[in-house]
């Protein structure tokens, strides 16, 4: 339904500063347990510091979420997954790497489509998590995208604008663009 309501920009956004810091290590403590039952490593890596960012808190606690049980569920028993957030110039960048199979490069847009899921044995959900990801994250002038991972398997990027616009102008976040997209791309 919320992938429906952005796509028809009725969804509205409740942007407010917010620190991710202890919004990811609440996250990441919540999702150790799955790892925990795999014995898979979950490490997350910041700096002391970050600048707030300007966003939806419950709806990027919801992308982080679905991202990071994203590569909790593609990475086998043992293996690793990386959460880092960092600072770069005026953006907030988090990537989540994992050492699971990876995303084919002719598959990297495909993903992101509504009910495109990758032919895997294990084909599970909807094919909806990543499409509602990166209407959220675009909703918010940020940009999800995925590349190889150092680790072996696939790493998730989110660039998101960590300053609210200036006073005065316009609230992007009250009422997000239309998101279209586009069947059979």
């Not at 347990?33 to 606690?61: G, K, M, N």
């Not at 990297?108 to 998590?129: M, P, S």
């Not at 616009?165 to 316009?170: D, I, K, M, W």
Request: aromatic share 4%; glycine share 8%; hydrophobic share 40%.
């Amino acid at each position: 339904l919320d992938v429906e309501r952005m796509e028809e920009g009725v969804m509205p956004l409740h942007r407010s500063d917010v620190d991710l810091m202890p919004l990811l290590r609440e996250l990441i403590a919540e999702l150790q347990i799955l790892a925990d039952r795999h014995r898979q490593r979950l490490e997350f890596s910041a700096p002391e510091s970050l600048p707030l960012a300007f966003v939806d808190q419950d709806l990027i606690t919801r992308v982080i979420h679905n991202l990071v049980s994203n590569a909790l569920k593609f990475t086998p028993d043992d293996g690793k997954i990386a959460v880092q957030i960092s600072a770069e110039r005026a953006s907030i960048v988090l990537t989540i790497a994992d050492s699971g199979p990876g995303v084919p490069p002719k598959e990297r847009q495909r993903i992101f489509d509504k009910f495109a899921q990758l032919d895997t044995k294990n084909r599970r959900g909807k094919g909806l998590g990543l499409t509602f990801c990166r209407m959220a994250i675009e909703a918010h002038q940020g940009t999800l995208t995925v590349e190889n991972s150092p680790l072996g398997g696939a790493l998730f990027k989110i660039s998101l604008p960590c300053e609210a616009p200036p006073l005065g102008s316009s609230n992007p976040g009250t009422k997000p663009r239309p998101y279209r997209l586009m069947w059979g791309k």
